[in-house]
């Protein structure tokens, strides 16, 4: 099997696999820090760099980095709007700003 073929396959679940033993080792809290960890999108910029070369990865990393900003922004806007309209209004409200971020950071 191609090794990065390999990594592709088992990366990624191994350490999802981790975060989850450690949960049940240490606790939600350890196991939450642990998850907010590039654990999914490292080492898929690290086969991508591997495959397509440095400069791509480097372009695809930026947009994930701008993919993180516009997901802080839809957080916080839903965080914000739930407690005051509801499901009903927070969600639309919270896609209206992930969209204007996430525009706005990529044209930055």
């Known amino acids: 099997m191609n090794s990065i073929l390999a990594l592709k396959l088992f990366l990624v679940p191994w350490l999802i696999y981790a975060v989850t033993l450690a949960g049940r080792r240490w606790g939600p809290a350890v196991a939450g820090w642990l998850s907010a960890f590039p654990i999914v999108a490292g080492p898929i910029l690290l086969a991508i760099s591997l495959e397509q070369g440095a400069g ?28 005051r309209m509801g499901v009903a209004g927070a969600m639309p409200l919270a896609l209206g700003a992930w969209g204007t971020g996430g525009g706005w950071f990529a044209s930055a």
Request: aromatic share 14%.
């Open 56 to 83: 791509f990865a480097a372009a695809a990393a930026q947009g994930t980095l701008l993919a993180v900003l516009a997901m802080i922004v839809f957080s916080l806007t839903y965080a914000w709007a739930s407690g």
